[in-house]
């Protein structure tokens, strides 16, 4: 088992920044891949990032990085737009990383991120 949670949400306006972070434990943390997905009201849950790619509407404003030692990936995203304001999860598999939420056996609860105009 894996328990993720994320922190860092908020509000925020356009062009601004967050950094969002999810801790992770129950698992020794190398050996899980992490993505990040978000989810707006009345759509589907979408990917993000993981370590090594990044959704065509994010690219070059948001990175990710993780911390091996805290057990915690961050996701940190610039130049906000509205367009932005999800909830972002942080999901977690033992299989492999991708673009799909069906790839991730574990999620978070979520976190907030408004991005006012």
């Known amino acids: 088992q894996v328990q993720l949670v994320e922190s860092g949400g908020g509000l925020v306006q356009a062009g601004g920044s967050l950094r969002l972070s999810c801790a992770t434990s129950?698992?020794?943390?190398?050996?899980?891949?992490m993505g990040w997905f978000r989810q707006a009201p009345g759509k589907e849950r979408e990917f993000v990032a993981t370590?090594?790619t990044f959704a065509d509407s994010v690219k070059g404003r948001f990175t990710i990085s993780r911390d091996n030692a805290k057990n915690t990936v961050y996701l940190q995203m610039n130049s906000l737009k509205p367009e932005d304001t999800a909830v972002y999860y942080c999901a977690a598999s033992a299989w492999g990383a991708g673009r799909l939420v069906s790839a991730y056996e574990y999620w978070g609860q979520g976190t907030q991120v408004t991005v006012s105009s």
């Open positions: 129950g698992r020794v943390f190398s050996s899980i891949a």
């Open positions: 370590s090594t």
